[in-house]
């Protein structure tokens, strides 16, 4: 069993940026491929980042490449997402997720076993 508990979201201006942290619990997080998606209002939830267990493979939606940055500290039992240069199209609900699979890199909302609570970032024009 894995919890997760998201931090660090908040209101930020066009230009700004923002580092996401999601504190886990369990012996095993360290195996456990990461993932970082979000959710805007009345839309679907959408995959940003994964990392896979060893920190040695990350991914990116197209979008997000060159802007966000996600590493992972697993002494720390922690995975950060580091947002650059937001937008506002960037507003959403941010949720960090983990995967049983330690070489996942989905980014199908199903493909993950647990999931935080979210944390909401606003991106003001």
């Known amino acids: 069993q894995v919890q997760l508990v998201e931090s660090g979201g908040g209101l930020v201006q066009t230009g700004g940026s923002l580092r996401l942290s999601c504190a886990a619990s369990?012996?095993?997080?360290?195996?456990?491929?990461m993932g970082w998606f979000r959710q805007a209002p009345g839309k679907e939830r959408k995959f940003v980042a994964a990392?896979?267990?060893?920190?040695?493979?990350?991914y990116y939606a197209d979008s997000m490449e060159g802007r966000f940055t996600i590493s992972r500290d697993s002494a720390e039992n922690t995975v950060y997402l580091q947002m650059n240069s937001l937008k506002p199209e960037d507003t959403a609900v941010y949720y960090c997720?983990?995967?049983?699979?330690?070489?996942?890199?989905?980014?199908?909302?199903?493909?993950?076993?647990?999931w935080g609570q979210g944390t909401q970032v606003t991106v003001s024009s």
């Open positions: 997720a983990a995967d049983r699979n330690p070489y996942g890199s989905s980014p199908e909302v199903s493909k993950y076993d647990y």
């Open positions: 369990g012996r095993t997080f360290g195996r456990y491929a």
């Open positions: 990392i896979s267990w060893s920190g040695g493979s990350t």
